[in-house]
Structure formats: C-alpha cells, structure tokens
C-alpha cells in the first residue's frame, strides 16, 4: 500500500470511539462483516468521509446488523482520491463475489473509474495488500479450496483478537519486492496480469479476452478455455475470477487466443516488457 497507508479494524460496539482515530473522517474505503442467519456476510463500501458514512450503516436502513469495520485510509491528502477509491471498490466487489466465501450485501456492483496504467498498479499493489491483511486478521475472502494458499504477513500475531480500533501499520516490503503487475491490450482483449511472491502469472477478475482462438493455440489452452467457460469463470469473454498460469506466454496465449510470447507481450505501467522487467 502507500506508505501513507492506515488500517483499521473496528468493531461495531466501539464505533463511537473510533471518532477519535487519525484520518478515520477522510476519503476510504471499507469492508462491514457480519452473520446473518448462519451465514458470513460482507459489504464493500467506499466513502469521502469514512466516519461518517460508517455510522450511516445502521439496521433500519441496511436490513442487517454489522459487527466488524476494516477501514483503509491514507495520512497523506490526495493518496485516496474519489476515482482511487471507486476502484478500489470496484475491484474489491469483483474478487469477493468471485470466490463466493461471504455473502454480499452490496445492493448493486459498484461502479469503476477510467485510470491510468500506472495508477492502476499502485491501486492493484494497494489491493494485493488488502488480501494480505484481511487472511492475517482471519477473513478468509480470497481464499478457495482449489487455492488453499494462507500468506503470512509481519504484523502482530494478536491481532484478530483486537477489541478496539487497532491500527495495523507493519511494511510488507519483502511481499512488494516480489510482486508486478502487467497488461496486455489490443483490439477485443484488455487483460492484466499480476506476477505473485511465488512466481506465477495471475490473469485477474474482470480481465477481457478474445472471442476467438487460432489454430496456433494449443489444443491444452482451448480445452482450458472451454472448461472455464462451463464453470463460469468465464462470462462473454470477461473473466468472472482470477485464473493461475505458470509462465508468461501460456498466460498471453490463454488471453489472445493464439500463439504469442509473452514475455514480449505484457507490459507494465510504464510500456515496458515483461521480459525486460523481469531480466
């Protein structure tokens, strides 16, 4: 996340004391956690004044009752602006639905913003670490039983057990030295793709892909798409959740739809190949 960066986890009965937190009134975004009739809800929020909007939350209005707040906020003026935050919203809204751990209270999917290429990478690093705070601090929202993986972080061990508003401000340097995120975009296709801490090549949720394969496809990738297409994991040609590849090229081709390099073919945020980045 930005170094500016503030979370905060706070449960709903201390909410009246939260008004003392640093930045709590600023631009955020927010997950509410609760259970309703056995089972594990959250709702995706973003606001300009956080406080505010939290107390809003009430069950009159809402139809349930929250018990926990995680709050992200930034120190600095500007990190979190009105388009950062609807995208990180946005993106937030995508992956929890797509792993179907929590139910969602959302009443309709969030809108995004237009951003650019860089921007987006600081908000998908931003997103990456979200994930990271959220399994230490036990929501398992991004979690599968195909993808097991639990990702420890350097924060404090107690820190689910915290019964007021906790500030976790622990750098995540190590994960940020291992992690980039690319893009591949031309006619029918906007894709991204994050290269995670243990080396593989995550198209992610959301991500566009060609209607059409070539012959020069490899029929394991055609089987692949069509396989994806019967679980729903792919929906007119948009990617309903993130999808795992091993290298680079078989994850450009899965995306294109014929026989590419794709070390050459994804580029960050500044048009720089993969290849190059990665050397």
């Known amino acids: 996340m930005y170094k500016s960066s503030i979370t905060y986890k706070i449960p709903k009965d201390k909410l009246g004391l939260s008004a003392e937190l640093d930045y709590i009134a600023t631009p955020g975004i927010y997950l509410l956690f609760g259970k309703d009739a056995r089972e594990k809800f959250v709702y995706v929020g973003e606001a300009e004044d956080v406080y505010k909007r939290l107390s809003q939350h009430t069950p009159d209005k809402d139809n349930y009752l929250w018990d926990e707040a995680l709050v992200f906020v930034s120190s600095k003026k500007g990190d979190l602006d009105k388009a950062r935050i609807k995208y990180l919203e946005n993106r937030l809204y995508d992956?929890?639905?797509?792993?179907?751990?929590?139910?969602?209270?959302?009443?309709?999917?969030?809108?995004?913003?237009?951003?650019?290429?860089?921007?987006?990478?600081?908000?998908?690093?931003?997103?990456?670490?979200?994930?990271?705070?959220?399994?230490?601090?036990?929501?398992?929202?991004?979690?599968?039983?195909?993808?097991?993986?639990?990702?420890?972080?350097?924060?404090?061990?107690?820190?689910?057990?915290?019964?007021?508003?906790?500030?976790?401000?622990?750098?995540?340097?190590?994960?940020?030295?291992?992690?980039?995120?690319?893009?591949?975009?031309?006619?029918?296709?906007?894709?991204?793709?994050?290269?995670?801490?243990?080396?593989?090549?995550?198209?992610?949720?959301?991500?566009?892909?060609?209607?059409?394969?070539?012959?020069?496809?490899?029929?394991?990738?055609?089987?692949?798409?069509?396989?994806?297409?019967?679980?729903?994991?792919?929906?007119?040609?948009?990617l309903t959740e993130d999808i795992s590849f091993k290298s680079a090229s078989t994850a450009a081709k899965f995306v294109v739809g014929y026989s590419i390099n794709g070390r050459k073919a994804w580029k960050d945020g500044n048009g720089r190949e993969l290849g190059e980045v990665l050397a």
């Open 95 to 238: 992956l929890i639905a797509a792993h179907k751990n929590y139910l969602l209270k959302n009443r309709n999917e969030p809108s995004n913003s237009v951003l650019s290429a860089a921007t987006e990478e600081t908000l998908e690093n931003i997103i990456l670490d979200i994930k990271q705070i959220t399994e230490v601090l036990g929501y398992k929202l991004f979690t599968t039983e195909n993808n097991p993986k639990r990702i420890k972080a350097n924060l404090p061990t107690n820190s689910s057990q915290t019964a007021i508003p906790k500030k976790v401000t622990e750098p995540l340097t190590k994960l940020k030295q291992a992690r980039y995120i690319f893009y591949l975009k031309e006619k029918g296709v906007n894709a991204k793709c994050i290269v995670d801490t243990n080396g593989d090549y995550i198209v992610t949720v959301g991500s566009v892909i060609s209607k059409e394969v070539t012959k020069s496809l490899p029929d394991k990738l055609k089987k692949m798409r069509k396989t994806a297409v019967k679980q729903g994991k792919i929906k007119a040609n948009r």
